[in-house]
């Protein structure tokens, strides 16, 4: 069955993913079943948006102070006294668990002459100023100075610190420092509706590596929002991954996924015999570890024998029997979803990467790359504390990351490759501008068309 076309659009000639669906021995969930066949028009893009500093100034102004960005784990800030630090261009951020258990956000600097409060993340009595002693409480409350004789003109009920926006979804923490903004709710849409079945919430961050990488956050952010790129990158997945018949939904501004089944062979090549799938499978993918016995059966696809060894490699540590109602497709497909602006976590029942990029500082020439990987939590254990994050060295790969592992180490160090050469081959286009695919690379459309409607006013 050839994929499906909206009007305006041609998909690939392969079995599209809602055809692998179809094959499910157990219900598919009705998340899954959305197909949105977005089309959003085949405009270039100006290389501007990357490279020149105006461009910066104006995501400085309308993005960065206007949207619901991630900051850390509930569980990093679960205890009366921790607070986190989140730096966002030339912005600081610190999220604070009151002594009544709630979150506070607060911009942070002291109001007397500007220092920052909290210079890293930790556990604080109080919001005390490094410089001359200005204190607050974890609630906001100002609390004193010494030599208050000298400060007359300070009400000391009315200089509390001014609040920012914070809420939470699925475990993560989240601030907006408009204060007219919507509500994370809101902003969010479908999301909270489709990982409910996934309860990432429920989840320990096991990993936590970042890096800084030589080129536009933006560069390095749509590397990761399509799988167009993986036949020339990545050739070592495509015995197992179905790239070309890869699906990709948008939602509203702020939502948008692909899904790229795995355990099938990509549309590129020929011949490629089940038992190849499953070999490759295991021995390249950090999703799935080899079992014991990987032959896989007569009558049985590579893809269904990679499910199977899943569930019954999930079903050791949880209570719940993965073989009994979760699909093959969320026992190893990449379900990966993206929150604007630079929030990426995947979906599924399996350990979850999750991306973000940021600006490295007000640097619009270089990024930070983070890299955190989710683990459901086994049944009875106790939680473990959440990684923190380890900044990678300037010539330290990933694939020699203890945390990542060779195999999706040696992924990003692919990716990564390219970043700095996409940066510099921008300045060399003539026309200024880039062409891009209207369905395989519509969420990078869907993302700056989002971006335009911030910088507009529009949102």
């Given at each position: 069955m050839?994929q499906?076309?909206?009007?305006?659009?041609?998909?690939a000639p392969?079995?599209?993913?809602?055809?692998?669906?179809?094959?499910?021995?157990?219900?598919?969930?009705?998340?899954?079943?959305?197909?949105?066949n977005?089309?959003?028009?085949?405009?270039?893009?100006?290389v501007?948006?990357?490279?020149?500093?105006?461009?910066?100034?104006l995501?400085?102004?309308h993005?960065?102070?206007?949207?619901w960005?991630?900051?850390?784990?509930?569980?990093?800030?679960?205890?009366?006294?921790?607070?986190?630090?989140y730096?966002i261009?030339?912005?600081?951020?610190?999220?604070?668990?009151?002594?009544?258990g709630?979150l506070?956000?607060?911009?942070?600097?002291?109001?007397?002459?500007?220092?920052?409060?909290?210079?890293?993340?930790?556990?604080?009595?109080?919001?005390?100023?490094?410089?001359?002693?200005?204190?607050w409480?974890?609630?906001?409350?100002?609390?004193?100075a010494p030599?208050?004789?000298?400060?007359?003109?300070?009400?000391?009920?009315?200089f509390?610190?001014?609040e920012?926006?914070v809420d939470?979804?699925?475990?993560?923490v989240f601030?907006?420092?408009?204060?007219?903004?919507?509500?994370?709710?809101e902003y969010?849409?479908?999301?909270?509706?489709h990982?409910?079945r996934?309860?990432?919430?429920?989840a320990?961050?096991?990993?936590?590596?970042?890096?800084?990488?030589?080129?536009n956050?933006?560069v390095?952010?749509?590397?990761?929002?399509?799988?167009?790129?993986?036949?020339?990158?990545?050739?070592?997945?495509?015995?197992?991954?179905?790239?070309?018949d890869?699906?990709?939904?948008?939602?509203?501004?702020?939502?948008?996924?692909?899904?790229?089944?795995?355990?099938?062979?990509?549309?590129?090549?020929?011949?490629?015999?089940?038992?190849?799938?499953a070999?490759?499978?295991?021995?390249?993918?950090?999703?799935v570890?080899?079992p014991?016995?990987?032959?896989?059966p007569?009558?049985?696809?590579a893809?269904q024998?990679?499910?199977?060894?899943?569930?019954e490699?999930?079903?050791?540590?949880?209570?719940?029997?993965?073989?009994?109602?979760?699909?093959?497709?969320?026992r190893?497909?990449?379900?990966?979803?993206?929150?604007?602006p630079?929030?990426?976590p995947?979906?599924?029942?399996?350990?979850?990467?999750?991306?973000?990029f940021?600006?490295n500082?007000d640097d619009?020439?270089?990024?930070?790359?983070?890299?955190?990987?989710?683990?459901?939590?086994?049944?009875?254990?106790e939680?473990?504390?959440?990684?923190?994050?380890?900044?990678?060295?300037?010539?330290?790969?990933?694939?020699?990351?203890?945390?990542?592992g060779?195999?999706?180490?040696?992924?990003?160090?692919?990716?990564?490759?390219?970043?700095?050469?996409i940066?510099?081959?921008?300045?060399?286009?003539?026309?200024?501008?880039?062409?891009?695919?209207?369905?395989?690379?519509?969420?990078?459309?869907?993302?700056?068309?989002?971006?335009?409607?911030?910088?507009s006013?529009?949102l």
């Amino acid at each position: 069955m050839s994929q499906e076309k909206n009007q305006n659009g041609a998909r690939a000639p392969g079995r599209s993913y809602q055809d692998l669906l179809d094959e499910e021995t157990n219900p598919v969930p009705d998340c899954l079943r959305e197909n949105t066949n977005p089309y959003l028009g085949s405009d270039n893009l100006s290389v501007d948006r990357y490279l020149s500093r105006e461009f910066h100034e104006l995501e400085v102004e309308h993005v960065w102070q206007r949207t619901w960005q991630a900051v850390c784990r509930e569980t990093e800030v679960s205890a009366p006294g921790d607070t986190f630090v989140y730096d966002i261009v030339r912005f600081s951020i610190l999220v604070a668990r009151t002594e009544a258990g709630t979150l506070k956000a607060y911009r942070n600097a002291c109001l007397h002459r500007g220092r920052q409060l909290v210079d890293k993340s930790g556990n604080y009595q109080q919001l005390r100023c490094p410089y001359h002693a200005f204190t607050w409480s974890l609630e906001g409350d100002f609390k004193g100075a010494p030599c208050k004789w000298d400060f007359p003109h300070v009400n000391a009920s009315e200089f509390n610190l001014p609040e920012v926006k914070v809420d939470t979804w699925g475990g993560w923490v989240f601030i907006n420092m408009d204060p007219n903004a919507v509500s994370l709710q809101e902003y969010l849409g479908v999301l909270p509706a489709h990982f409910e079945r996934w309860k990432p919430e429920n989840a320990y961050k096991m990993v936590h590596v970042e890096k800084v990488i030589p080129c536009n956050w933006k560069v390095g952010w749509e590397a990761f929002i399509e799988s167009y790129h993986a036949v020339a990158t990545h050739p070592q997945i495509l015995r197992y991954t179905d790239d070309a018949d890869s699906q990709y939904d948008v939602w509203g501004d702020h939502i948008s996924r692909f899904i790229t089944a795995l355990g099938v062979p990509s549309p590129h090549l020929q011949d490629i015999s089940e038992q190849t799938v499953a070999d490759t499978m295991f021995g390249v993918s950090a999703m799935v570890a080899r079992p014991d016995d990987a032959v896989v059966p007569e009558g049985m696809t590579a893809r269904q024998f990679i499910g199977q060894k899943n569930a019954e490699a999930f079903n050791k540590n949880h209570d719940r029997d993965l073989a009994s109602f979760a699909t093959n497709s969320e026992r190893m497909d990449s379900i990966l979803y993206s929150i604007f602006p630079n929030f990426a976590p995947w979906a599924g029942f399996h350990p979850n990467i999750t991306y973000r990029f940021r600006p490295n500082g007000d640097d619009h020439k270089t990024a930070i790359m983070e890299v955190m990987v989710l683990c459901q939590l086994a049944s009875g254990a106790e939680r473990p504390k959440d990684a923190a994050a380890r900044r990678m060295g300037e010539n330290e790969l990933f694939s020699e990351a203890p945390e990542l592992g060779v195999a999706l180490g040696s992924i990003f160090d692919q990716d990564l490759f390219n970043m700095p050469m996409i940066q510099k081959g921008m300045h060399n286009l003539q026309s200024r501008e880039m062409v891009l695919g209207n369905y395989q690379e519509v969420r990078i459309r869907h993302y700056h068309q989002t971006l335009d409607k911030y910088i507009s006013g529009e949102l």
